[in-house]
């Protein structure tokens, strides 16, 4: 048998690194990082780093939810569409009488303020498609104008409302203490009031003009907005990014606007829509009663509150703008449910 030489081949004898390779990674030898099978090298495996768009808190789908700030591109309308077929005509319905009511001095078949004696009381026809009320003016042409003064009320109240309560809720779940309670405990006082008594209440007590009604629905809307966006603050605040934040010496504002306000935004979309519902019905009640804008503005509540004393021989003067409000109430509110149903973290982990 042939022995060995200082000159002979090394490779045969001695382990791996003599032939170039480094030890195989053992539970015994931590710290090595090569393949011997075949002579080839095993890369070394980067760090589990997470990802830009991953939660910075934990795993599971709610985490992720939670920490992604809202993102609605086409991609995202496409996709609710598809999967929300029913609240995505709603909103579209809800968009046409948004757009009606800007294009309203455009589009409305005849002046709603003219009167004519000659064609009073009339019912739907050729002529009237709508009929025309009391005095000869053209419903039709007073419900496109309605939609404008109703849509401008609801719009700009709810989004007055929702964003002092937004900002409201958000300063109060993060500073907490003495603020905290005392303005919950003022929301308390204001959600004991029901929303049409409080807006009665105030519209009557501040006059009746269009800014009157705005800001009385408004305050109704205040409270609503503080105690559900509240709840999703207190709960972003907790989390892991935000502690890192303030600990990195952050400040109370940056925090706010840059890590709790973004989270909120889904939350605050959904309010805005199922609350344009409500305040159409309040702003129509308060022109029934006589409380809401002045006459001659053509408003739903105030067409209802000129035929109410003439509900029988004339019914078309209640049926149209009482179908206009369902309609629009029916188009904000299915918009509002398939929103929410969209944005809830714990179904934005599967397709939205």
Partial sequence: MRGWTPGSDTTKTRGPAAQGRSPVETPGNP????????????????????????????????????????????????????????????????????LLGLLAPWVSPADPLRPNVLARAQVPSWQHWLGTDFIGRDVLSRII??????????????????????????ASAFFGGT??????????????FPPILLALLLASALGGSTWTVILSIAATRVAYGTRIIRSQALAVKEMQYVEA?????????RIIFWHIAPQCIGPYLVLITTSLGIAIVLEATLGFLGAGIPPPTPTWGNMLGDAASMLIPQWHLVVFPGAAIVIAVLAFNQFGDGLRDALDPRLRGTNL
């Fill in 145 to 170: 104008h309605g939609a404008k003064w109703s849509m401008f009320v609801a719009v700009t109240s709810v989004l007055l409302g929702t964003t002092v309560g937004a900002v409201w809720a958000v």
């Fill in 245 to 253: 934040a303030r600990g990195l010496g952050s400040s109370s504002w």
């Fill in 31 to 98: 710290g090595t990082v090569a393949d011997q099978l075949g002579g080839r090298v095993a890369p070394r495996r980067a760090p589990d780093f997470p990802r830009e768009d991953a939660s910075p808190v934990g795993a599971g789908r709610d985490a992720r939810a939670a920490g992604t700030p809202l993102r609605i591109d086409r991609t995202w309308l496409r996709r609710f569409a598809r999967r929300y077929p029913s609240p995505a005509v709603a909103g579209i319905v809800a968009l046409l009488l948004i």
């Fill in 179 to 192: 603020f905290d309670l005392l303005g919950q405990r003022l929301v308390e006082v204001l959600l004991s």
